[in-house]
Every structure is written in C-alpha cells, then in structure tokens.
C-alpha cells in the first residue's frame, strides 16, 4: 500500500523559511504530478503547487516568486521551499500524488498525507 508522509513544518516567524518534505512509502513505478495543498481555518483546500515527473511546475499566484517545488523522481519524494513566509500562509499543507502507478497494486487515481500545520507568527 502506497502511503505520503509529509514533514517539516512548524512554527516560524514572518520572513523565514521552511521547507517541507513527503516521502512515499510502498513499491511505486511512477507518479505522473506531485503537488501540495494546503488549507486554512475556516477555508477550502488549494493548490499551492505542482510538478509533473517531467518538470513542469505551477504554482498558486500567491506563493509564485516564494515558493519553490521540487521533486526527486528516483525517490518519489516531493518538496516544498517556502521563503518569506507570511502570516496568510498559515495552514495545514497536504502533499498530493496522481496517478500513482505500481507494479502490483494497479494505478491510484489520487492520493494524500495527512497534513502538516505551518504556522507563521511572531
């Protein structure tokens, strides 16, 4: 079974940094767009970014210029540098993975971690 595992987030100050990780774990083929999500209190789930195996990335318009996602295909293990953090980006933040294909579980469709809080404040 195929599982996300998100980590780093935490408390930081408005202007710093932080850098969240997901990591796979299960037997996995490939994994065409890993993204994350991230959802506030009292808000709906949005994308902040994505990438595709093939390098593509977009990124949600609020966070373009201080966000970078990254991915290590050999791994399937998606990243998240977050620069000059603000307190609106305060949340809950999901990795994501579609059409997760694996050698003997068959294709999943979508999958998710269980979330990882980030909280900016001073």
């Known amino acids: 079974q195929v599982q996300l595992v998100e980590s780093g987030g935490g408390l930081v100050q408005p202007g710093g940094s932080l850098r969240l990780s997901c990591a796979t774990s299960?037997?996995?083929?490939?994994?065409?767009?890993m993204g994350w999500y991230r959802q506030a209190p009292g808000k709906q789930r949005e994308l902040v970014a994505q990438?595709?195996?093939?390098?593509?990335?977009n990124y949600a318009d609020s966070v373009k210029g201080r966000f970078t996602i990254s991915r290590d295909n050999a791994k399937n293990t998606v990243y998240l540098q977050m620069n000059s953090l603000k307190p609106e980006d305060t949340a809950v933040y999901y990795c994501?993975?579609?059409?997760?294909?694996?050698?003997?579980?068959?294709?999943?469709?979508?999958?998710w971690g269980q979330g990882i809080l980030v909280t900016v404040s001073s």
């Open positions: 299960g037997s996995i083929v490939m994994i065409s767009v």
């Open positions: 990438m595709t195996s093939g390098g593509s990335a």
């Open positions: 994501n993975a579609r059409y997760v294909i694996t050698p003997s579980s068959g294709t999943y469709p979508e999958l």
